[in-house]
């Protein structure tokens, strides 16, 4: 079978060179036992410190909205068809046009239901590339953090940003046209960044689920 394709991307001494592409080599703190647990206690300590206490709070108990087998049933069909007219949906769960708009009213003022959009296709929108990419920073001061977060969030091709625990720091889901694109991204969001240590690049060669979809 095909080995999964994995890149190493050396970061460049100076802001716009780009480096060239290499299979990833073994991270040398991997043969020191314990060495990459140890450096995440250190971040997570960093982490928890530098963390406002109500964000603290949210992750640990997260307010939820109170939802009977009626509200499940609505957001399932408006998951799958946000365009379904309030006629249609009221049949489809048996109530009311004017119960089923209060229901979706309130569900929206609650935040069960954050809105509505259009699913569009990216492969004739120039966007037909998928790639995740794993980003590690030389250190998770205040600093260094803010500057890479301000700089993800000007890029519209970095769909989807999470800070995680495990072997790196950062998670990015992007979409573009190429990988020439896709390295012009990586060259001004993180080599122009004096804090990234390093990105490992994973392009995506089928998908086998792409859904946004909640389990309810």
Sequence with gaps: SAARPQFSESLAPHCGTVGAMSPAEPDPRAAAPGAATDRHVRLARTRRARAPAHDQAVACDEPRVPLDDVDRRLLRILQSDGRITNLKLAAAVGLSSAGTHERVRRLVRDGA???????LNPALLQAGLLVFAE???ADMSNAVS??????VQLRPEILECHEVAGGFDYLLKTRVAHMGAYR???AAVAWCLP????VRTYAVMEELKNTSALPL
């Design 113 to 119: 239901i954050l809105g509505f959009g259009a699913r």
């Design 184 to 186: 012009d991204l990586v």
């Design 146 to 151: 803010a500057a890479f977060k301000a700089a």
């Design 195 to 198: 804090g990234v240590r390093d």
């Design 135 to 137: 980003v590690r920073l």
